[in-house]
């Protein structure tokens, strides 16, 4: 074991800080543990501090992205500008602080006199070998030389980003070297290299086509490698706290739904499966019987301390009643993202109760019930509805009230104690009437009626929306926005 | 009583010192780990904390407990959890025949009290009548054992806790009996397909690994391990196959094993290359749903 210094303790620390800033559930326990795991592994193992504090730090699949994201900030960055971490841990190492000690070295590790690449040519034979070592050079020098970096400016770096790729022409070479590849004209010069293994001298299709995918994924991972160089160099700039506060990007289950790209909607919904479960079980434990059944096993094991006299009856514990559920959700293009959510997580609920109806609407509510059974994946689900003619199909303009009227058409004689109603919208109705006697009806019928809104609360009841309205009349009616606010929701139904 | 801190063995510490001799030696029980899974195998032996794994189906995670066990040269002990499970499952239980059978043959001997076993049980709450379920069993043991905990996040919530003073404190509190203390700390391995978000109490007690897909280059080594028959080129078109069917939307992306199943039928064809014919023969192997071999066909024909 070797003891940590100081500089590198106290980086540790801040560096743990900033993972519970950005939403990981770091405690004193796991801290007590970083550190000793840090000691037992030892500095001089390579990856040894990554393995140490991921293993550590890190007790969840979706957090690893943030993990080392702002791993890479604090402990890699200033690596790449001069400063390793190990320095860090010698006794005349600079201030922990970091901020100083980095804007002084150069910006790169790219020395001023190295001879510059032919970048043209050093990307083509990156792209056809997939060196990393060249991929590297190959970004430091791009940025240098197209990222037209202006100092102080507190940015991410996303428009470094793009004129570097755009100045390297990246997409116009990947597809060029693509082409190259399939049609197999000079595509032996690639073979054989380091790892590049599509597929030795096979000229099959398929060879070709997985060849065109190795291509694709070296251009990624020199995509990653041009944005680690930028924040290095933002790191140099402004120093790691300023950075890390403009590149927070939230955990997957912070992310605003409404607002969330592709990539963040797969990591939602990936982060959303647990939840799905809670839900349901959460739902049936709602009612419960007070016995179950009379567990003889039981009882009589528990007779044994009593010299075989039963004194204490077990009972099993009891079914959960299922209860019935109704769902009416908002498909219109003011809440498309949402939509979205919404699909997936009442697909989810319909594979997990079998008394379910859904409706879906935008100006007229419409059974589709069936079609979510029918798919369980819910893209499926979403182009089936889209196939129906979606939009069209469920009226142009959104409008709850005449929605409301429908839905409560549909269900309002089955509605009893033990159904619950979950309404998913944004209640903006354009300045339609909001049939708000409907809404009370179903509320009266039902044993709970429960309003998931994408938008924030102080915006319910601005311009057309009905919210403040419908809000009235539910058991519960909670802005759901992230993740986080749907797990709330749930915990708060025990 | 407090429960005295066991030191790690020895041979334990020895055995795994550090990150790449584990990998060796797991790679002589024909378990290729990477580097992170090799280096955090051993610093869970040398901290003595559990290993919390998690990753899809099929990617070794149990087979990693299984390895590491036959690499130390210890007995594994397998608690299979589902859903329902409860202590007298993984932990203890009082074997109430074998008491009963006692209480009659020692009815009618001279010194029996009915009043002292009413009173305080006296004579049938003892560890002869104690039958240890896997988690008693990995830390009584009298050799140091590998105790894997499978598929933890079946269990419910409430039973997760009972696991909680076997993984940190290595005792066992038997309310009749007291503290059963450890003999040995096992090395302890939690497997989750992450269907349930565990505590944060279970978690926090734990090293977390999570095993992914291997890399291709790895996962070309694992072919060549399990077949070595196979000429170089096809199990790299193979494993670049199984790529990028992982990458694709499926319901169920074909795990190593399912890779390993397709190697071996290239193998017995005796195939040289990998066509379309042969790729979709693959496909029937690699996938285990009928749409996902529909989707999968189609993407693959379409890119022509």
């Known amino acids: 074991m070797t003891a940590i210094r100081t500089p590198l303790l106290e980086r540790i620390h801040r560096f743990a800080d900033e993972l519970r800033t950005r939403g990981l559930p770091i405690s004193m326990v796991e801290r007590i543990d970083a550190m000793r795991a840090v000691e037992t592994v030892g500095l001089n193992v390579p990856n040894g501090l990554h393995l140490a504090l991921s293993a550590t730090l890190v007790k969840a699949a979706e957090h690893r992205g943030v993990f080392d994201e702002v791993f890479q900030l604090y402990f890699r960055s200033e690596a790449g500008a001069g400063v390793t971490w190990s320095d860090l841990d010698d006794d005349d190492a600079e201030d922990a602080d970091g901020t100083g000690a980095a804007g002084t070295v150069g910006a790169f590790g790219l020395a001023p006199d190295q001879t510059p690449l032919d970048l043209d040519h050093a990307l083509r034979t990156a792209l056809r070998d997939g060196s990393e070592v060249l991929a590297r050079l190959i970004a430091e020098q791009a940025v240098l030389q197209f990222s037209r970096f202006e100092p102080g400016r507190p940015v991410a770096g996303v428009l470094y980003e793009s004129r ?43 060879g070709l086509q997985l060849r065109r995918q190795e291509v694709a994924d070296r251009a990624n991972s020199l995509r990653q490698q041009i944005r680690e160089v930028i924040r290095e160099q933002l790191v140099a700039d402004r120093g790691l706290d300023a950075v890390t506060e403009t590149l927070r990007t939230p955990l997957p289950a912070d992310a605003d739904i409404s607002m969330a790209n592709r990539d963040q909607l797969a990591e939602i919904e990936r982060a959303m499966k647990p939840l799905e479960r809670k839900l349901a079980t959460t739902m049936m434990r709602k009612r419960r019987q007070r016995n179950g059944q009379l ?68 100006e007229n509510a419409i059974e589709l019930t069936d079609l979510f059974r029918e798919n369980e994946d819910p893209l499926q689900t979403i182009r089936a509805i889209n196939r129906l003619g979606g939009p069209s199909y469920l009226g142009g303009h959104t409008d709850y009230g005449h929605a409301l009227r429908q839905f409560g058409a549909e269900i309002s004689s089955e509605l009893g104690r033990r159904s619950t109603v979950l309404i998913f919208g944004d209640g903006r109705g354009n300045y339609l009437p909001s049939e708000e006697a409907t809404l009370v009806d179903i509320s009266r019928r039902a044993g709970a009626v429960y309003w998931l809104n994408p938008e924030a609360r102080p915006l319910w009841g601005t311009g057309d929306s009905l919210m403040h309205v419908y809000a009235r009349h539910c058991t519960e009616a909670v802005s759901c926005r992230t993740l986080n606010d749907l797990r709330r929701f749930i915990e708060d139904l025990d | 009583m407090t429960a005295e801190p066991i030191a790690v063995d020895d041979v334990l510490t020895e055995l795994f010192s550090d990150g790449d001799r584990v990998g060796k030696l797991l790679g002589e029980q024909g378990y290729l780990a990477d580097e992170r899974t090799a280096g955090i195998v051993s610093l869970a032996a040398r901290l003595g904390k559990p290993v919390l794994v998690e990753g899809p189906a ?25 859903e329902g499970i409860d202590e007298s499952k993984a932990l203890y239980e009082w074997d109430y025949r074998k008491q009963l059978l006692w209480i009659q043959a020692a009815r009618d001997e001279s010194g ?38 499978d598929e933890v996040d079946r269990v419910d919530a409430e039973t997760e806790a009972l696991f909680l003073e076997v993984l940190a404190e290595h005792q066992v509190s038997v309310p009749e009996l ?53 000429t170089d080129a096809l199990s790299s078109e193979l494993v670049a196959l199984v790529d990028t069917l992982r990458r694709m939307d ?14 071996q039928t290239l193998n017995l064809l005796g195939s040289s290359e ?6 979709s023969l693959g496909l029937n192997i690699l996938l285990k749903y009928q749409e996902d071999i529909r989707a999968a066909s189609a993407a693959l024909g379409r890119r022509r």
Do not use: W
């Open chain 1, 164 to 206: 570097t790729i755009e100045g390297l022409r990246l997409e116009q070479v990947r597809a060029e070297i693509a082409r190259e590849v399939t049609e197999g004209s000079g595509g032996a010069s690639g073979n054989g290299a380091a790892g590049g293994a599509g597929g030795g001298g096979s000229g099959s299709e398929l």
């Open chain 2, 274 to 279: 990998l066509d379309l014919s042969t790729a």
């Open chain 2, 112 to 149: 029996f009290n009915a009043d002292a076993i009413v009173e305080n049980g006296a004579g049938i709450f003892d560890e002869r009548f104690l039958l240890s379920r896997p988690m008693l069993e990995a830390i009584r043991s009298d050799e140091p054992v590998v105790l894997l905990v």
């Open chain 2, 178 to 230: 007291g503290q059963l203390n450890a003999r040995h700390i096992p090395l302890v391995f939690l497997t989750s397909n992450g269907t349930r978000d565990l505590s944060e109490a279970l978690k926090r007690r734990c090293l977390f690994l999570y095993l992914d897909y291997p890399t291709a280059e790895r996962e070309r080594e694992i072919v060549r391990q399990h077949v070595p028959g196979l």
């Open chain 1, 295 to 362: 567990d003889v096993r039981a009882t009589l094991r528990a007779s044994m301390a009593t010299g075989g006299v039963p004194v204490k009856v077990l009972h099993r514990r009891p079914n959960p009643t299922k209860p019935q559920l109704y769902v009416l959700a908002d498909m219109s293009g003011s809440v498309a993202t949402f939509a979205a959510f919404t699909v997936t997580l009442v697909s989810a609920l319909t594979q997990l109760f079998s008394r379910l109806r859904t409706f879906a609407f935008i």
């Open chain 2, 250 to 263: 499926l319901k169920k992306p074909p795990s190593v094993s399912e890779t390993i199943d397709f190697a």
């Open chain 2, 58 to 82: 099929g990617t070794g995670k149990t087979q990693l407990a299984k390895s590491v066990a036959a690499m130390a040269g210890r007995r594994l002990v397998r608690l299979q959890c589902y």
